[in-house]
């Protein structure tokens, strides 16, 4: 049964830590006892080294499905052979395959991201070249999706395209590092809204987010797995948020990465700093 969105805020603590104390235990310990539900897996890098801060996930390394994460990607996939130029699209919802049953209305490429609109992304895995595919995930250092693909797998539905949480984390900090790339901009600025007025809103403004939901690979089956990635501050990205929610779909798991990054901080010399600052200089 999916969780509620009281029930997802639920899983941390009502009120963070003082950043006071965060000096006098490690950034695992101290994260783990602001939210110690099981059912929450994350990890935190450092954007510009793609350096793990801490992190509480089983086997980051295995690769499993990632949902609507992989957009981004099958976008610049697209981009490569169409000049960088995307569609205007109109979602009509249910009838086009996407989530939202009453649809999306008119999306451009950044609203599509903002929303992340299944009916918009599968108009452009429809055309995503193979070899185009294989530049971007070598240039991101991703795995690549099962042979035979269908455009579907393209946007994250299904299992067909698994990418570890850790080259999924490190992918994103390079996206972010490479924002004056063909492309790369307006798909910032899609998820600059996500966390505005998108799926991602649970994470607040400030953020550069993506959401998605994935088939559920836990032992105990639930509908899906949230996912949620969030990378901040916008003017100059250091931290990498990846958070995975067991039972709920990625626009609550947001709701949850938005605790979490209000407790590891927004500002220099926030909680965060002093998380960085006590693992690095140990």
């Known amino acids: 049964m999916m969780l509620t969105r009281r029930a997802v805020l639920g899983l941390a603590v009502s009120a963070p830590l003082g950043a006071d104390s965060l000096p006098e235990q490690s950034a695992g310990i101290a994260l783990d006892r602001a939210f110690p539900d099981p059912r929450l897996s994350y990890l935190l ?3 510009g080294a793609s ?10 390394m295995d690769t499993v499905p990632v949902g609507s994460l ?15 130029r995307f569609p205007v699209f109109t ?21 599509a991201i903002e929303h992340s609109c299944n009916a918009y992304f599968l108009e452009l895995a429809r055309d995503v070249a193979p070899e185009a595919l ?4 070598q240039r991101f250092g991703l795995s690549a999706p099962d042979p035979g693909f269908e455009a579907a797998t393209l946007i994250g539905l299904g299992s067909g395209w698994r990418i570890s949480p850790f080259a999924m984390a490190r992918a994103y900090s390079e996206l972010v590092a490479r924002s004056l790339d063909p492309g790369v901009r307006v798909l910032l600025a899609g998820m600059a809204l996500s966390a505005q007025s998108g799926t991602g809103r ?16 836990h032992e105990s089956k639930e ?15 250091r931290f990498n948020l990846l958070v995975r929610v067991h039972g709920v779909p990625g626009a609550q798991a947001a709701w949850v990465c ?10 220099p010399w926030s909680a965060a700093d002093a998380l960085v600052g006590m693992l690095w200089q140990s």
């Open 45 to 47: 890098t450092d954007c």
């Open 258 to 267: 938005g605790k979490m990054r209000s407790y590891v901080g927004r500002t």
């Open 51 to 60: 350096r793990e801060i801490c992190s509480r996930w089983a086997h980051p």
């Open 202 to 217: 649970g994470v607040g403004r400030g953020a550069y987010v993506k959401t998605g939901t994935a088939p559920c690979i």
């Open 91 to 111: 979602c009509a919802g249910a009838a086009g395959h996407c989530w939202l049953p009453q649809g999306h209305g008119r999306m451009e490429i950044s609203s």
């Open 134 to 137: 294989g530049s971007v995930v």
């Open 70 to 84: 992989v957009k981004p990607f099958t976008a610049l996939a697209y981009g490569e052979t169409h000049a960088f």
């Open 223 to 237: 509908g899906g797995d949230g996912y949620v990635i969030a990378l901040y501050p916008t003017d100059a990205p």
